[in-house]
């Protein structure tokens, strides 16, 4: 018995060093240093007690990247997850050209973030990019839709939901196939309609991916941020600032590390909530396990 | 086909060429002179000039390089640390396994790069920054690997072990020719998502390095298709395209296998 436990603990220890060494340690480090100033030459970090989370309260810059993420993440988690299930659906059957479909579908999840980002950036450019000369075709005005401080942030939400979506596919199509033909097939001998077979048999069938897709989503509305950095570097005039971005821009560019650890505090305490909050919502209405 | 089938086909084919434009788009300039790239014409030239343009403005070579290195390194050690710790939880009985088990969970949440400014101070510590095994550190060990090969070794019938354990099999021969063949499928579709998620990597990677010699294709993508770097797009978009290419072309090849690998992984 104390054998396995060594063989046990030994196993382990390598993948535990890994993980305390670059998760648990530096998150406790990360609230620790939150409750200290970030140390300026000559001057040591001091314990300022809550004045860094006081600071973050009456900075608009804060505030403005938090409504900023939640618009982001309120279309791109529903509308990547709809547009999965809608694209899972359609290349699951057979459809002429299904081959085409599916590379159609599933390509953009392939490509980096940043060159993703690269493509739609020449495609959104004014006077260049494809949109500004379909605009051009019909005689609308030029319209720069990563410069302008109203469209700046769905553009970027576009993008996102254009790489993730086919990265959700894969989940679905993974889900459609486990269903049991002769559910469906019971169901038509009973008369029931398409939408009738959707709403009642696959949607119930597939809801353990739903909840697990729509964690991945949501954690990916917070992290992915790779595009911002190419596209709009957070402009124009924050609009499409991000907490995250946000975070490696006090990090990184203002080396203000005390104020990023705390903006990271935030950051994970909402991370946790959500997937806490999720879990506990959508576990309720989960059939079938 | 009945007329719900029309439609489907109709709307499905629309969403796909909409979905391919962007992409297309690129494709096509970067096939084309830069005098083409402002105004789309069926019968421009094709031309092939644009990707040794973009090779030798930038070093891709060693972009290539490091990022093949990167992906190699990170999944090799992930796949090791990953089996033993997976086989522990999965098979071992030892005080504390429910905790441990939570604690490694919680990456999934947060995962490293999230923690980005104490991250960069321990890598800087071990002075690994500018590295490319500083890059590739705090990800070799994936709590999502351990969580997915935990599950499929737990449906390994445990009379295999038995069976091994009379026959007088260590533990490491047994996870070697009992459990890691029975659980290729996993290994599968974890290297899969491993090797795009890090040839993808770019926020990490973009703060640890500073120099050409660890910078993976990510970073000097773009630091060389920088909005004002006065590049002309459609090398810019040969440029886009080269980087991505590899990971392109394996996953049209394997497409199917990709798919199906997810699916005998058991996520879902």
Sequence with gaps: ?289 | MKGWDWLATIGGWLLALLWVLPLAYAVWTAFHPSAYETHFNLLAPLTLENFPAAWVQAPFARYFLNTVVLVTVILAVQLVLGTFAAFAFARLKFPGKQVIFLLVLLQLMVMPDVLLVENYQTIRILGLVDSIVGIGLPYMASAFFIFLLRQTFMTIPTELDDAARIEGASLLTLIRRVYVPLAKPTYIAFGLISVSAHWNNYVWPLIITNSVNARPLTVGLSIFSAIDSGVHWSIINAATLMTSAPLLIGFLLFQRQFVQSFMRAGIK
């Design chain 1, 1 to 289: 018995m104390r054998r396995e436990w060594l063989y046990a603990w030994l196993m382990l220890l390598p993948a535990l060093v890994v993980l305390a060494t670059f998760m648990h340690v530096p998150a406790i480090k990360t609230v620790i240093a939150s409750f200290y100033s970030t140390p300026h030459g000559l001057r040591p970090s001091r314990f300022i007690g809550l004045a860094n989370y006081q600071r973050m309260i009456a900075d608009p810059v804060f505030w403005q990247a938090m409504r900023n993420n939640l618009i982001y993440a309120v279309i791109f988690v529903p509308l990547s997850m709809a547009m999965a299930l809608v694209m899972a659906l359609l290349v699951q059957g057979r459809i002429v050209g299904r081959a085409f479909l599916r590379m159609a579908f599933f390509t953009p999840t392939v490509l980096p973030l940043i060159a993703v980002a690269n493509i739609w950036i020449f495609f959104y450019t004014p006077g260049f990019g494809l949109i500004a000369q379909i605009r051009d075709l019909f005689g609308l005005p030029a319209l720069n839709l990563l410069g302008t401080g109203t469209t700046a942030l769905y553009a970027v939400a576009a993008v996102a939901v254009w790489k993730e979506a086919g990265f959700f596919i894969i989940f679905y199509l993974a889900a459609l196939q486990t269903i049991p033909p002769s559910l469906v097939e019971a169901a038509q001998l009973e008369g029931a309609s398409r939408w009738q077979i959707f709403r009642r048999v696959t949607l119930p069938l597939i809801m353990p991916t739903t909840l697990f897709i729509s964690v991945n989503a949501v954690i990916d509305a917070v992290r992915l941020i790779d595009h911002i950095f190419q596209m709009t570097n957070g402009g124009p005039n924050n609009a499409t600032n991000l907490l995250f971005y946000y975070i490696y821009r006090v990090g990184f560019q203002f080396w203000d590390t005390s104020y990023a650890a705390t903006l990271t505090v935030v950051m994970i305490v909402i991370l946790s909530l959500l997937a806490l909050g999720q879990i506990v919502l959508v576990d309720r209405r989960v059939h079938y396990k």
